[in-house]
């Protein structure tokens, strides 16, 4: 208690009195402002995490406020207490039934006063913390409005935190319990409130009527599309996310474009349906203008035809209609084009211009529509852009655990009775009493099977959810059209509660009104995930956001999910962690929340999965090279944030770079020769990761001088200041850029396994290329009719990637970013070490020359670690870490003067297990305080002295990444990613396996 008043202490004389104090910074008074990552939403989630009870006293509150912060309130350990009004008739019926379905809060509710609070009370034992201000609780007070709320902390015993107890008690003595007959009261009392729904659609009202006009993203799409007409080309795709009007987009195209006769086709009559009236009112044209070529209707000759593809594509129809009856197509849902049918109709007609329109343009049937489309995309509007800029609704995920019995918990191997048992059906109807809408729900529950479907339905029929019976149909593709839109039409006017299906509502089938989706089946495909996400976010009236309830159960492609939700698809398994635990709302403030049991099924099947192994490679090259038309460059994968180009070049000892990997893969003839396969496995290796840029901006600058082009270190240092003033131009940081371009910064079998060959050399004050660098480089003519087999491409491709890299995850700096992960090598490069000792670092080491000691921490030791390498390092708090030296060590040793003196910079770097790899979070720069000697055990029950202090970081810890660090070891499983590359290096000829290797928690420190 002693040492938390202490830190309390501190972080408020931080905050009142002087900001040069060393403070925790955990209880800070703090001005949150729904900026960058200062949101009211990550913070209410923090302190729900750590609080024993919480009072919120708020005037407003909204389904989707409480649907934002819905998985913390249900799992929260405590009881809260959520006081709100009738004040002004704000709060709708439906958001306090809400309320009644939390089961730990006691709701109250002002109903004679006037309650204007907006305030966020939580108790954590000895103190209290605060948030009072302006939000309210609504998702966007929470997310993304213009707010400010006060963040304060005292001691229980302070007087501000009597007062915040005292006005909780007032309003408690004010306000009445929450009941479902005072809602109902309040319903009918409750004076009629005007909704005015928004469409994101822009709309001209004039005398002469309604003209729709494109919004802020078909604007640009438009521009590009002409763009791509006006140079002569005949053909485009525009790839639109579901739920963003892209039939309204193609209408505003037709409108545009002002072709004479258009025919659009689509796969399904009720498609056609809805384009048609959509163009009617774009083109404001009426009925006698539009023709339909389905069914018995062969209305071909009027100037707008609506198709579908089986009536128009059989051959003795498309025999009856002339190639050039039409100036320009449409096809909608373009990604089928695949087919035979859209071949041939495609075939047959010769249009002045046809426009494809699809929200999943990536296939896996071997038909290229990127090809058909001639490589043409003028415009994408992807998910996140569109809800970014609010053309959909923001969703709340919710990954819950599926049901878990005796026998085990439901999986891939688990049969229909298993899907279908009395329990599994109780938890789901538990599930959506939890987590759907109090009232109001209008949901399509996902499943793996049509039989498991119409079970479910029939089975969840008999229960009841939020006091009444579950309204539930089952379709799948054996019901008729007609059965379909029956039931589609109940779903909207609110005679049923929820569809059940397989897939049919995967795409074409619109039902705005939808607000919550179900998966009840495992994640196969990340544009499935998406597909059917994506069936709940139109915009509707009184729609305000969609909840998703993911049931995860044992599944193998869990790991799906994380790069569903995130859209990191970089391989890179520590960066889609993080972004999934990344606290701050997603697009559009969207949240993103598991349950304890579920999260786990996450990381465990990410562990598992196989996401850069060959096989993964291949496939990302291929998806790539499908949407370009030509064999990808690195810089290719990260501007289409597809595989990161690092995990591209490091496959195995025999394919270390990028061309090599093409070779092997026998997208290319031609290997590399030895030589060139040294330098760009260097490159690769060394620098791609843009973590510092000098090294690749002097090649920069050296190359564009020619074979014998020279640099002074005056004109190298003002390149480095015109790519950016926050790089150390120091004579320490050009002698580091140095030995590591001649390789001398690197052990001997180092700069053996790089050719031993420099890249760079430098003579007093001027830096050259290495001579067998620039003989190969300048062999190969700048436009080398196949780059992929030049040497010079795969050079500047390396550099141009490395630097994106640097600017867009490291600022254009070269120093440690907190939160991001480094190795040993990259500390011992970032810090200026003469030479990489990596392999003697283990836990610490200080550098003589530099005054640098980085510090490297495993948290959780496995199990069979030997006691004498068994150091007990703990965090005390965000802000402090107990930490021990190597073992035989005293108050006097040698080695510990720097560290305990001050006299050397220390760099704290933490990870949670050694299955997570080489790599380790920065957490910053520390000082050394507290140390005293200590005895630990040893390997034969004797005991061994080492040194204990503590480590106070300059920053603390972002709460999200403490978590991770701190919580119980994940698994005990083998990491996957050292798995794949040992059974890689199994495979490969004259491996040698090396016996009793020790892990980083069993390396001395």
């Known amino acids: 208690m002693k040492s938390a008043l202490s830190s309390l202490q501190r972080d408020l004389e931080y905050g009142f009195i002087d900001e040069t104090v060393l403070a925790n910074k955990l209880e800070n008074p703090e001005l949150i402002t729904n900026s960058d990552s200062n949101s009211m939403y990550e913070a209410l989630k923090n302190e729900l995490e750590f609080a024993d009870s919480y009072v919120f006293s708020v005037a407003f509150v909204t389904a989707d406020g409480i649907g934002a912060l819905k998985q913390q309130l249900i799992e929260f350990q405590g009881r809260g207490t959520i006081i709100t009004s009738s004040y002004q008739d704000f709060n709708e019926p439906a958001a306090l039934r809400e309320l009644l379905t939390l089961e730990n809060v006691d709701a109250y509710v002002m109903a004679d006063y006037v309650h204007h609070a907006k305030g966020y009370i939580f108790s954590h034992g000895d103190h209290v913390t605060a948030l009072v201000g302006s939000s309210n609780l609504t998702r966007y007070a929470l997310t993304e409005n213009q707010e400010w709320n006060i963040r304060v902390s005292s001691h229980r015993n302070g007087n501000i935190a009597m007062q915040f107890h005292d006005g909780v008690v007032k309003h408690i003595e004010k306000a009445i319990p929450l009941t479902e007959e005072w809602i109902r009261q309040y319903e009918q009392r409750r004076a009629t409130r005007t909704i005015v729904f928004t469409e994101t659609q822009p709309l001209e009202v004039s005398p002469e009527g309604e003209k729709i006009l494109p919004n802020l993203m078909q604007v640009e799409a438009l521009e590009q599309l002409q763009q791509v007409v006006d140079s002569g080309e005949k053909r485009a795709l525009i790839i639109s996310a579901t739920g963003t009007g892209k039939t309204i987009l193609a209408a505003l195209a037709t409108r545009q474009l002002k072709p004479m006769r258009t025919l659009f086709i689509a796969h399904r009559e009720q498609i056609l349906k809805k384009a048609a009236e959509e163009f009617s009112r774009v083109l404001e044209i009426d009925e006698s203008q539009i023709g339909f070529y389905v069914g018995q209707r062969r209305e071909v000759h009027k100037p707008l035809v609506f198709a ?15 190639p050039l009856q039409f100036d320009m197509i449409i096809i909608d849902e373009v990604h089928r084009s695949g087919a035979e049918s859209y071949r041939s109709v495609l075939n047959h007609f010769r249009p002045q211009f046809a426009l494809g329109l699809t929200a999943t343009p990536e296939r896996t049937d071997g038909f290229n529509v990127f090809e058909l489309f001639e490589y043409n995309v003028p415009y994408e509007i992807r998910l996140e852009g569109a809800l970014e800029n609010r053309m959909l609704v923001p969703f709340d995920y919710y990954g819950i655990a599926d049901y878990e019995s005796a026998q085990g918990s439901i999986g891939d191997k688990s049969k229909l009775k298993d899907l279908t048992a009395d329990s599994r059906v109780d938890h789901i109807a538990d599930a959506l009493q939890k987590y759907s809408f109090a009232e109001g729900t209008k949901g399509l529950v996902f499943c793996s099977s049509n039989e498991e479907s119409r079970i479910l339905a029939e089975s969840l029929s008999t229960r009841e959810v939020h006091g009444r019976r579950l309204r539930t149909r089952s379709l799948s593709g054996a019901d008729t059209v007609e059965e379909r839109e029956t039931v589609v039409a109940q779903l909207e006017n609110g005679e049923l509660d929820y569809i059940f299906t397989v897939d049919i509502f995967n795409e074409g089938i619109d039902i705005p009104s939808v607000n919550v989706i179900v998966l009840l089946r495992s994640t196969e495909s990340s544009i499935i995930f998406t597909q059917q996400l994506g069936r709940g976010l139109r915009k509707s009236a009184g729609k305000h956001s969609l909840r998703v309830i993911d049931f995860i159960g044992n599944y193998a492609n869990n790991y799906l999910i994380a790069i569903a939700l995130t859209g990191n698809r970089s391989g890179h398994k520590p960066k889609i962690l993080d972004d999934v635990n990344d606290p701050r ?16 099924r996450i990381l465990e099947s990410l562990r598992k999965a196989r996401i850069t192994g060959v096989k993964a490679k291949r496939e990302s090259i291929a998806e790539l090279k499908y949407r370009l038309g030509r064999i990808p460059r690195l810089i290719d994968f990260f501007h289409h944030e597809l595989l990161d180009p690092t995990v591209l070049c490091a496959t195995d000892q025999y394919t270390r770079n990028y061309w090599a ?15 060139e396969d040294g330098f760009l496995s260097f490159i690769a290796a060394e620098l791609l990761n843009g973590k510092r840029p000098q090294e690749l901006l002097l090649l920069n600058e050296l190359l564009k001088r020619g074979p014998q082009g020279k640099v002074s270190a005056d004109e190298y ?24 371009l001649n390789l001398h910064w690197f052990q001997d079998t180092t700069a053996e ?39 010079r491409s795969h050079v500047d491709d390396l550099i141009e990637t490395g630097l994106h890299i640097n600017r867009r995850q490291y600022a254009r700096a070269d120093s440690f970013v907190r939160g991001k992960t480094y190795t040993r090598k990259d500390a011992a490069r970032l810090l200026n070490w003469q030479r990489n000792r990596e392999s003697t670092i283990y836990g610490y080491a200080v550098d003589a020359a530099t005054h640098t000691c980085p510090i490297f921490v495993t948290y959780h030791k496995d199990a069979d670690v030997v006691a004498s ?79 204990v202090m503590n480590l106070t970081l300059d920053e603390p810890v972002a709460p999200q990444l403490f978590k991770a660090l701190t ?16 059974a890689e290096l199994h495979r490969s000829p004259g491996h040698v396996v090396r016996k009793n290797a020790k892990k980083d928690s069993e390396l001395p420190k």
């Open 585 to 600: 709302p997603k697009a559009g403030a969207s949240t993103v929340s598991f349950d304890r049991v579920s999260a786990n």
């Open 753 to 791: 396994r790089y050719g031993g060959r420099p890249l760079v050399v430098r003579v007093d004050d001027i830096f050259r290329l290495g001579n067998r660098f620039a003989e190969l480089y300048y062999s190969y003519d700048a436009d080398h009719p196949h780059p992929a087999t030049s040497f």
């Open 869 to 947: 390498h068994r150091y007990e390092d703990t965090f005390i708090d965000q802000s402090t870490m107990q930490w021990f030296s190597r073992n035989n060590r005293t108050l006097e040793s040698k080695e510990l003067q720097p560290i305990l003196n001050g006299s050397a910079e220390l760099h704290l770097f933490v990870k949670r297990e050694d299955a997570d790899g080489l790599e380790f979070y920065y957490l910053g720069q520390a000082k050394a305080t507290h140390a005293k000697e200590r005895h630990m055990p040893g390997n034969n029950n004797d005991l061994l002295d080492v040194v």
């Open 661 to 675: 990997l093409l070779h092997k893969l026998k997208e290319v003839d031609v290997a590399p020769s030895p030589d």
């Open 308 to 322: 579908t593809i089986q009536s128009l594509s059989r051959k003795e129809n498309l025999a009856e209609i002339s």
């Open 967 to 982: 919580a119980n070891k994940r698994s005990s499983l083998e990491d996957s990613t050292n798995a794949e590359k040992n």
């Open 717 to 740: 240092s003002t390149a480095l200041n015109e790519y950016s003033s926050n790089l150390d131009t120091s004579n320490t940081v050009l002698r580091s850029v140095e030995l590591v």
